[in-house]
Nanobody, 126 residues
Framework: QVQLVESGGGSVQAGGSLTLSCVAS????????MGWLRQAPGKEREGVAV???????TYGDSVKGRFTISQDNAKNTLYLQMNSLKPEDTAMYYC????????????????????WGQGTQVTVSS
């Protein structure tokens, strides 16, 4: 049973930084994508930063240059370093894992993900 447990969310002022963590367990897939997605109130869930199934990374346009996704395979942990945070980054952030088939080459599409964590809230005040 796949389990994804996020942590690290909180409240910060604009311009601040946060690092999210996601500990993954119970998966044995050899081909998968894994990443961070978010959902703001009244908006659709969107991809933020992901590791594609080929190991490359893709970032959403709104976070390029500010967010960095990384992973520690020894710890089965996925990270999201978020810098220069803006009020529009306020959302529930989810860690997710997806297996084929996929909708496309990069995996920002939430439809590509089969397993989701419970989410961690990030609130950025101006």
């Amino acid at each position: 049973q796949v389990q994804l447990v996020e942590s690290g969310g909180g409240s910060v002022q604009a311009g601040g930084s946060l690092t999210l963590s996601c500990v993954a367990s119970g998966y044995t897939y050899s081909t998968y994508c894994m990443g961070w997605l978010r959902q703001a109130p009244g908006k659709e869930r969107e991809g933020v930063a992901v590791f594609n199934s080929d190991g490359t990374t893709t970032y959403g346009d709104s976070v390029k240059g500010r967010f960095t996704i990384s992973q520690d395979n020894a710890k089965n942990t996925l990270y999201l370093q978020m810098n220069s945070l803006k009020p529009e980054d306020t959302a529930m952030y989810y860690c997710a894992l997806g297996v084929p088939p996929y909708s496309g080459y990069n995996h920002l599409n939430p439809d590509d993900y089969n397993y989701w964590g419970q989410g961690t809230q990030v609130t950025v005040s101006s």
